[in-house]
């Protein structure tokens, strides 16, 4: 070989080289760029929980420059002290609930960014022949629930409007496995949670509906909204994009999960393989019955939130938790981090 070609080779191997480590420099720059965010659920992974689920399966996450994870909850109380105490990024609870804890805790609040659901489906449920027929007619009985249940820490609120001797209230805390069961076999009188929650677990005890009586905390003059995803502001201040861009996969899992409630629970079955597919598709459509559409939400798209309509509620629930200075609307809640009206529009 002479010396030119000795010469030609050595470049384009250099070249090679060169390209290589350009290559290698581009993916590095690129994982860079991807924001790692750590996302507790409220609850268990349930079929309405596919709303996180379903984007990290289908690359949603990915193809926003998030490296996300979804851990289970074990209540809205536990999820707000996890996020704030910086354990998680994000998580997704009842909106009072963070209010409650905001209270408490003046030094760490939280913001919520999206409300996801605009309507509350917290109630408390009783068997139909238990004698209880309103809410009064739980003074002096005894309520099983989880300690960080949402509808737990709502009681007070759904108390205070509905002339509920709260002191009489005997309450026992109870796993969430236990909860239904110990309704069924009357070691309760009451319980609180979800609807969505509550029934499905009801019906995978084989018990007819028709058997439970639900009252609705909405359907007794508590005009609540519902979930909402919340962070520390601090958190949201530095990672603007990051925030912006998970309400984005949100708005999509929530248009992917109606347009396929079957994927949706396939999706969670990843997570949970010994869920009933049968009951996780009737939880995710009455989770779109209770919580999740509205007339407003079907005209207006999602977290569209009317603070005025805000503001009387936090008036409420500052009443029911003792807190002397009631937050404002804008206290609680932030707009800021919503993407388009557009793009959070439903697709069905």
Do not use: C
Request: glycine share 6%.
């Amino acid at each position: 070989m002479t010396t030119t070609n000795r010469l030609r080779v050595r470049i384009h191997t250099l070249a090679g080289a060169i390209g290589l480590i350009a290559a290698a420099l581009a993916s590095t720059q690129a994982q860079a760029q991807e924001i790692r965010i750590k996302f507790i659920l409220d609850w268990a992974f349930q079929g309405q929980q596919a709303v996180f689920t379903l984007p990290l399966d289908d690359g949603t996450y990915k193809k926003l420059k998030l490296d996300v994870s979804v851990d289970r909850g074990v209540g809205s109380g536990d999820t707000v002290a996890k996020v704030a105490s910086g354990a998680y990024d994000i998580g997704l609870t009842d909106l009072y609930s963070m209010v409650r804890f905001n209270g408490e805790n003046p030094n760490t609040k939280l913001i919520a960014v999206m409300a996801v659901h605009d309507k509350s489906a917290l109630a408390v449920a009783t068997k139909a022949s238990s004698g209880i027929k309103v809410p009064t007619d739980l003074n002096g009985k005894t309520i099983a629930a989880p300690v960080g249940d949402a509808s737990r820490q709502l009681f007070p609120l759904f108390a205070e409007l509905n002339k509920i001797d709260q002191a009489s209230i005997k309450w026992v805390n109870v796993a969430p496995p236990l909860r239904e069961p110990m309704l069924i076999r009357n070691e309760a009188q009451a319980i609180t949670g979800h609807i969505t929650t509550v029934m499905m677990n009801i019906r995978a005890l084989n018990i007819p509906d028709s058997e439970i009586l639900v009252m609705p905390f909405a359907n007794y003059g508590v005009e609540l909204y519902g979930h909402v995803l919340v962070v520390k502001p601090a958190f949201a201040e530095k990672n603007p994009e990051a925030i912006k861009n998970f309400i984005r996969a949100t708005a999509h899992g929530i248009n992917s999960m109606i347009k396929n409630p079957d994927a949706a629970v396939a999706s969670i079955k990843k997570r949970d393989p010994l869920i009933n597919e049968a009951i996780e598709k009737d939880r995710i459509k009455m989770s779109l019955d209770y919580m999740f559409l509205s007339p407003n939400v079907e005209k207006n798209g999602f977290s569209n939130v009317d603070m005025a309509r805000l503001d009387r509620t936090l008036k409420q629930a500052a009443k029911a938790f003792d807190i002397a200075s009631p937050p404002t609307a804008k206290d609680t809640y932030t707009d800021i981090y919503l993407p388009e009206r557009s793009e959070l529009m439903l697709t069905k």
